[in-house]
């Protein structure tokens, strides 16, 4: 396959993972048992800071996540984009304000990335841990940033766990993939 070919069929499942996404296809209504493995997993690894992410309205919902995670004093960085990268800021519910893109992002200064664990967001994740991003390259660029001991976490819906995506050189791997059915080592 071409990388032109590649491309393309990135953009076309992009395309339709958006579509069922706006539909409300079968399985994207999982309340918050995506979240509730994560924090199970945190709380057996026994993470003191992590970073994770503020959902946008089409994503499997982070609410519940960052929630626990400041009650039980699991510290999370969030992004915020900063020209063509994420930066990282200490989260907190009452110091949030609509980004670029729409998705509520931090206030405050950033922090480097030194984190034990990190959650991000993708469109699908495969058997291999390849992912399909949204196509801008932010968390490519962080996961070429971030040592391979760190695990790295996608939340995806369960329809979404694909047995093969569509993938080139520069995209990164995750090392698990947590869904409303559980959380799977993927790597």
């Known amino acids: 396959m071409t990388n032109a070919d590649i491309a393309s069929a990135k953009k076309d499942l992009r ?3 958006l579509a069922a996404r706006a539909e409300g296809a079968e399985g994207h209504i999982c309340e918050d ?18 970073a994770a992410y503020v959902a946008m309205d ?24 900063a020209g063509d990268d994420l930066e990282w800021v200490l989260f907190d519910w009452d110091e949030l304000e ?5 998705v509520p992002e931090p206030i405050g200064d950033a922090e480097p990335l030194q984190v034990e664990a ?3 967001p993708a469109l699908a994740v ?23 001991s760190v695990p790295v976490i996608a939340l ?3 329809s ?28």
């Not at 048992?33 to 992590?50: P, S, T």
């Not at 519940?64 to 009650?71: H, I, N, P, R, Y």
């Not at 841990?129 to 940033?145: C, T």
Request: hydrophobic share 35%.
């Open 15 to 17: 395309k339709e993972i």
């Open 33 to 50: 048992q995506h979240d509730e493995h994560i924090v199970l997993h945190l709380a057996d690894q026994g993470f003191r800071k992590i």
């Open 58 to 81: 089409d994503e499997p919902c982070t609410d519940l996540l960052l929630g626990v995670c400041d009650e039980v004093g699991i510290q999370v960085l969030v992004p915020r984009v």
């Open 98 to 102: 609509e980004g670029e893109f729409g």
């Open 118 to 120: 990190l959650i991000i």
């Open 126 to 148: 495969d058997q291999h841990g390849n992912r399909l991003g949204r196509g801008k390259g932010y968390y490519d660029r962080v996961l070429a940033s971030v040592p391979s």
């Open 156 to 158: 995806v819906h369960d």
């Open 160 to 187: 979404e766990f694909l047995e093969e995506v569509p993938t080139e050189d520069f995209d990164r791997r995750v090392t698990h993939v947590a869904t409303c059915s559980g959380l799977y080592p993927v790597a």
